[in-house]
């Protein structure tokens, strides 16, 4: 910035200093209920910026693997606590900046599943239950998962605290797994980003931590982005968000060789059998609803397409949920981004032949909101078109998909690209589990997540959770964004110690258990044991 | 082929036949002992051969996702007896075509460890314990990772039978994953992965799984390689061999969003301090000089380059290294590429200003070899060219690289690029311990196996080695392409089970432990008991 940068210009956060960012542009962020920009004004860093905050990182990742786990881990928990001591300030901010509402989704659900990540993070690390030590004693050979070098993460839009750069998943993983974070802000968001940054610095200062263990710049050039994640200093990417700039970052990333994990879009296909509708139809049309319009349907699992076979009960769940959805208010989206986009995906696919049964049209103009829109195609028009029609609409929309019977129906899902979820529903009473049979076999490698009887929208942080699923999702099928330990490990680097003399092994692998509780494979057998 | 092809053009087996290859070209393999021709031709199939095999793949995928673990185990150990059985028809073949010795190397040592090897990968099969079974009762989320899809393997030039694409550790991770293999062979030992096929479709029919489980091309264009790499139809690839080649393959593979596991090339740097050679040079000098030239040094951890410190004892070194290579005779390589490659590689070290202290000169004419090659420079030197003086001379040739000082030495460290191995020699009696703690610090981080006093050929099948490491020695430095169990979660992909019903859940995920000895995480603790 030149020395007449307004005063109202937010810092940067870089090698442990709030300072002035070296940047020509700026950007401000939207109040979506209101459709007008927010006074705060951000930084699009310069090259320089990413430079300096590389090279910190860099160092900061040599000091941190001379640090015990325990001293990352009280880092990650004193933060934790930080934030939900914070909890007014970063309610109030994220409100204005997203529209979310403060109670109960951003103060109530999404605060503390914040601070209870990073206390989760903070445990895996603590007792190195990420890290897969393994011991061959005959082989006289050792192995585990070790810090992969400086993360960058992108966050997204959707999740001002559980999935933000600075706070996020992402972010708890890369730290808890021993490495400094290179945070991008969302653009949607970067006040509440900068108000975590701070809790996250003073957090790093309170427990000795190197300064550069958490950097935060709001935006940089595309080009910038690129060169960031290809960076020769960098270890790995996170990144979440919308499928075009995740795979450009990808692309450039896959060129240098270093590892990037995408959480990327996904329609989450909702199957519906006419036996569970001549159940438990009612049911099933309050849960779709809920699931589809709780925070404007702004969700990675948004159930964006449901799958059904024709007939009477699909009819009229059909036009309960079409009732329900034109009488109930639209929500606000997170930015005029987001309702444009939204807009323009229900025109695709109606432009491909789907019927729009409610809403449409176009966004609100005093707020960021759009109609709640719901529309329907048949399998054979799907499968006709099946990439066309699995575009997308991120919001408070979503797709009926109606075959004629049970083959056609899993010819559809036969035809599905991965995503992050897929679930079925059937009758309790047993009578359609042929049914079940033939669908779960063609959707479940399809997804990351199958479920029963229970929409997609609700994240577990659990040690089974897979929040991931086979590309277009993700970029790889083998990983989750949440869950801890398992997310840890796109942050490690495998690492074998063969003839390595007693006393210079990682504490992890001498004989002794460093914890007295951490799991170990011992030759062959997994244990908490010393050798 | 047409009509008119040749009686000694080998088929190819595709969906359970062997049949005629699609195909307008052949090429033969060499014998590298007389640099001649074989006589047996092999096809480079055309896309035709690549689809039909696509297609049975995908079938057979399907049919093994319904097949009991148990019976894909059965298949992997009646092929590992029956290539054991094989011994005397594959070793000749082998060596025809290798060049390399028929006893120990390839009859005693690569056959039976590929026979083990299938036997363990069997074993994880049968146990389901590569698959990471997680179970969080509290939630009602269960996990675990499911087979990927079909898998294409291309194998290297220098393990006939330990990493053939039909035999070696990538297709018994792939099988044991349950996937199909689509198995490129190499086209230095054609005739040894035919005659490995036939064993394997023996087996597939003696065990009842699907034909086209194993299929086999020998060959194909460029072109074709990259579509079948990016195939929808392909879980994933597993590819070991040259830098370029690879790299090819890799850029198609992430386009398309598919997984590829890479081996490509390493220099493995032994790193030996004066207080090690001062103790037990000797030593060293036989473990180095044995290591280099036992199978022409065409190991991926070959030592190819030794970074020292200067002075009496590295002199000392140095000349009786260079006294050893001038004095034994140079082994046969695997093919003229091979000898032409070596031979190109150390003119290109000797230009950038490598010192030729033995060998070097043009292949020899009346067979496959290059005389044993040292070449040394200056740590200053390759500090002005880390890049290419870290070109790979793949065969019995390594480079010196010579130091002022320990903090020198740390510092052409710092610029290696990702390898296999590291090693280090120091000193038994800890006087340069904290020249270790130096060393160490700066190579574990460049590679995936860290050693010390011992030289990094020889790849233990250990459950903790990792045969694998930074970009570029492979693609990601998570994964190991040696070692069971880890080596298979690459053909995995992770599905998580959300609410879904007990009875429809996997076996290996219901409450009842499968095996009795099946390792699964249940609610935060590994264990082989019931839920």
């Known amino acids: ?60 990742a040599r000091q941190l693997r001379k640090m015990p786990p325990s001293k990352i881990a009280a880092f990650l928990e004193r933060y934790a606590d930080r934030i939900d001591a914070a909890k007014e300030t970063l309610v109030e901010s994220a409100f204005a900046e997203t529209g979310l509402a403060k109670s109960p989704r951003l103060g109530d659900v999404e605060l503390p599943r914040t601070s209870n990540q990073l206390r989760a993070a903070a445990k895996a690390c603590r007792t190195g239950n990420w890290a897969m030590a393994t011991i061959d004693t005959a082989a006289g050979i050792r192995s585990v998962f070790e810090p992969l070098g400086p993360v960058c993460v992108f966050g997204p839009n959707n999740f001002p605290f559980a999935f933000n750069s600075v706070a996020g998943g992402d972010f708890a993983a890369a730290i808890a797994a021993g490495n400094p974070v290179i945070a991008k802000a969302n653009s949607s968001h970067p006040e509440t980003t900068r108000l975590l940054a701070e809790q996250a610095a003073e957090a790093l200062a309170e427990t000795g931590l190197p300064p550069a263990t958490v950097q935060l710049i709001y935006r940089t050039s595309h080009a910038d982005g690129e060169c960031l994640v290809s960076d020769p200093r960098v270890g790995a990417t996170g990144y979440t968000g919308s499928r075009g700039a995740g795979l450009t970052l990808k692309s450039a990333a896959d060129r240098a060789g270093k590892p990037i994990y995408l959480e990327l879009s996904s329609v989450n296909p909702v199957v519906i059998t006419p036996a569970a509708l001549a159940e438990k139809g009612e049911a099933i049309v309050g849960d779709f609803v809920t699931s589809v319009l709780m925070g404007t349907g702004q969700f990675c699992t948004n159930p964006g397409m449901v799958m059904l076979v024709g007939g009477a009960e699909t009819d009229t769940f059909i036009a309960a949920v079409k009732d329900k959805f034109a009488s109930l208010p639209a929500g606000t989206l997170l930015s005029p981004a987001v309702a444009k986009s939204l807009s323009s995906s229900v025109k695709t696919l109606c432009d491909f032949g789907a019927d729009l049964l409610t809403g449409g049209g176009e966004p609100e103009a005093g707020r960021c909101a759009y109609a709640n829109t719901l529309m329907k195609t048949s399998a054979k028009a799907f499968l006709g078109n099946p990439e066309g029609f699995q575009t997308e609409a991120f919001g408070n929309a979503s797709l009926f998909v109606v075959a004629n019977d049970v083959p056609q129906l899993c010819e559809a899902i036969g ?109 062959g057998k997994w244990s908490t044991s010393n050798v």
């Open 1 to 60: 910035m030149t020395a007449d940068t307004p005063a109202n210009v937010r810092p940067v956060l870089i090698a442990g200093q709030w300072r002035v960012a070296k940047s020509s542009t700026t950007f401000q962020a939207t109040d979506p209920n209101k459709n007008t920009k927010l006074a705060a004004e951000f930084p699009v860093s310069s090259w320089d910026d990413c430079d300096e905050a590389l090279n910190a990182a860099a160092d900061a």
């Open 415 to 523: 035809h599905l690209e991965g995503n992050l979820t897929g679930c079925v529903y059937t009758a309790n009473n047993g009578s359609d589990d042929d049914a079940y049979a033939s669908i779960s076999f063609e959707l479940s490698p399809k997804v990351g997540r199958l479920l029963n009887d229970k929409m997609p929208t609700g994240v577990a942080v659990s040690a089974a959770m897979n929040h991931g699923g086979p590309y277009p999702a993700t970029g790889h099928p083998g990983f989750t964004a949440v869950g801890v330990p398992a997310s840890l490990v796109r942050f490690g680097k495998l690492t074998s110690f063969d003839n390595v003399r007693a006393d210079r092994l990682p504490e992890i692998l001498k004989d002794k258990n460093p914890t007295g509780e951490t799991w170990r494979m011992i030759d």
